[in-house]
């Protein structure tokens, strides 16, 4: 099975601030993942598929690139709205397994 | 609209069965997959297994396998997510989720079900 390490896993960042957040495959994935926004209670949400496809109505403030092992999701001008958990899930083969989470807090 | 909507919440004792369900709506729901995703309380998202139920091909992750059961009814566009034997490490919100489709590849989840929780005590 591939394993994905997302990094950091607690993230303090103020409204305004450039966020980026890391995700590592255990082997190569291609371009084969996606990056969720998930708020307390709530279900996931899709922001970016085949690693940097902004899904329809997200911000552009969202980006996300990389390829291969080495994934990045950056939000440019971090606002109210964004303080949540991101979590990255690859979609190269079955089982298609999630990174543990980033949780952005409010600094 | 394209939706999912999950079964209530679910109360239930250690070895009691249970079945929840997932109904997709707005789309064709015999065309795309249907995943199930279990976060247990104050932890992250485990994919568990995907149903397609078009032709009911299910894959499930080896840590779930032979631990639940998933299904599909076509006539009433559900898939459902069972257990036989319940145990308090099963206490969590289940997700279910539809894998999208672009330019004839399949991608992520792109819709997600409200969550159904379950808790299991004696």
């Known amino acids: 099975d591939i394993q994905m390490t997302q990094s950091p896993s607690t993230l303090s960042a103020s409204v305004g601030d450039r966020v980026t957040i890391t995700c590592r495959a255990s082997?190569?994935?291609?371009?084969?993942l996606a990056w969720y926004q998930q708020k307390p209670g709530k279900a996931p949400k899709l922001l970016i598929y085949?690693?940097?496809n902004l899904e329809s109505g997200v911000p552009s403030r969202f980006s996300g690139s990389g390829s291969g092992t080495e994934f990045t999701l950056t939000i440019s001008s971090l606002q109210p709205d964004d303080f949540a958990t991101y979590y990255c899930q690859h979609y190269n083969t079955y089982p298609l397994t999630f990174g543990g989470g980033t949780k952005v807090e409010i600094k | 609209e394209v939706q999912l909507v999950q079964s209530e919440a679910e109360v239930k004792k250690p070895g009691e069965s249970l079945k929840i369900s997932c109904k997709g709506s707005g789309y064709s729901f015999t065309s795309y997959w249907i995943g199930w995703v279990r976060q247990m309380p104050g932890k992250g998202l485990e994919w568990m297994g995907i149903?397609?139920?078009?032709?009911?091909?299910?894959r499930y992750s080896p840590s779930f396998q032979g631990q639940v059961t998933i299904s599909v009814d076509k006539s009433i566009s559900s898939a459902y997510l069972q257990w036989s034997s319940l145990e308090a490490s099963d206490t969590a919100k289940y997700y279910c989720?539809?894998?999208?489709?672009?330019?004839?590849?399949?991608?992520?989840?792109?819709?997600w079900g409200q969550g159904t929780m379950v808790t299991v005590s004696s």
């Open positions: 085949k690693a940097s």
């Open positions: 082997q190569s994935i291609s371009s084969w």
């Open positions: 989720a539809r894998r999208g489709v672009v330019g004839g590849h399949w991608e992520a989840f792109d819709i």
């Open positions: 149903i397609y139920p078009g032709d009911s091909d299910t």
